[in-house]
C-alpha cells in the first residue's frame, strides 16, 4: 500500500489527501466519484490507479450521445456463424473509468446501475458476470460546465466521492515544470490481481465491534 501510495503521489502532486481517500474506496471493493473542475488532474489521477495496479483497464468519454451498449456491449452478427454473438463492452475491464460522468445521458448511466450495485451485466435477457475485482472511478465537473446533477440512483452506488485539494504555488510549479520534459516511461504496476485480491479478502476479515459499528451509524 505504501508503494501504491507513492506511485500515485508522483503522478498526481500535492493530493495525499484524496489519494488516501482513493485507496480507501479501493480497498473497500466500491466505486468512488470525483469531482472537481476541468483540467485539475481527476482523469489523471484516475489513469495513475489503473497503471498501479495490475489488472486491465478500460476507460468511457461522458458524451451526450453515449449509448447503453457503448458501455455494456452488444450482440453482433457474425455471418460465419449465421448467428448474433456477445461482444463485451469496456464495463468488463476490472477498472472502469467513465470520464465526465455527469454528461452521459439518463438512459446509458441506468446501463452503469445493475454492474455497479449487482456485479454484473444483462444485455438481451442474458446476464454476464464481471470480474473480480470490480471498480468503477467516476469523475464529473461542476454543473455550470454544460453538465446536469446526477441521480440520487447514480450516485447511491459510490461510496466515496472525492474533491482534490487545490495546490499551493511550490506544487504548481512543479506540475508546470514536469510537463515541459519528455514524459517518463510508464512504469509497471506495484501490485497484481492476486495481490489485490489478498488485500480486499484482509478488509472483509477486520472484526468490527457492534459497538464500534452503532457509533459509526
Request: no cysteine.
Amino acid at each position: 500500500l505504501k508503494s501504491l501510495r507513492v506511485r500515485l503521489g508522483e503522478a498526481l502532486v500535492g493530493q495525499a489527501g484524496p489519494i488516501d481517500l482513493l485507496i480507501v474506496g479501493l480497498l473497500a471493493g466500491w466505486h468512488v466519484l470525483v469531482e472537481d473542475r476541468p483540467g485539475s488532474g481527476k482523469t489523471t489521477l484516475a489513469r495513475a490507479l489503473a497503471a498501479a495496479l495490475g489488472v486491465g483497464s478500460a476507460r468511457v468519454q461522458g458524451t451526450a450521445d453515449l449509448l447503453p451498449a457503448d458501455i455494456t456491449g452488444s450482440a453482433v452478427w457474425n455471418p460465419g456463424t449465421a448467428e448474433f454473438t456477445f461482444v463485451p463492452g469496456p464495463i468488463f475491464a476490472p477498472l472502469l473509468l467513465v470520464d465526465e460522468l455527469n454528461r452521459v445521458p439518463p438512459r446509458s448511466l441506468s446501463a452503469l446501475l445493475e454492474a455497479m450495485a449487482e456485479r454484473h451485466v444483462t444485455v438481451d435477457g442474458v446476464t454476464y458476470a464481471l470480474p473480480f475485482p470490480f471498480l468503477v472511478i467516476g469523475t464529473q465537473n461542476p454543473y455550470d460546465h454544460g453538465t446536469h446533477p446526477l441521480p440520487d440512483s447514480v450516485r447511491d452506488r459510490f461510496a466515496l466521492r472525492i474533491a482534490l485539494d487545490p495546490l499551493d504555488p511550490e506544487h504548481e510549479a512543479r506540475v508546470v515544470l514536469t510537463h515541459l520534459d519528455e514524459p517518463p516511461a510508464s512504469p509497471g504496476p506495484v501490485v497484481d490481481a492476486a495481490g489485490l485480491a489478498a488485500l480486499l479478502a484482509g478488509v472483509r476479515e477486520v472484526h468490527v465491534a457492534p459497538e464500534v459499528g452503532r457509533y459509526a451509524v
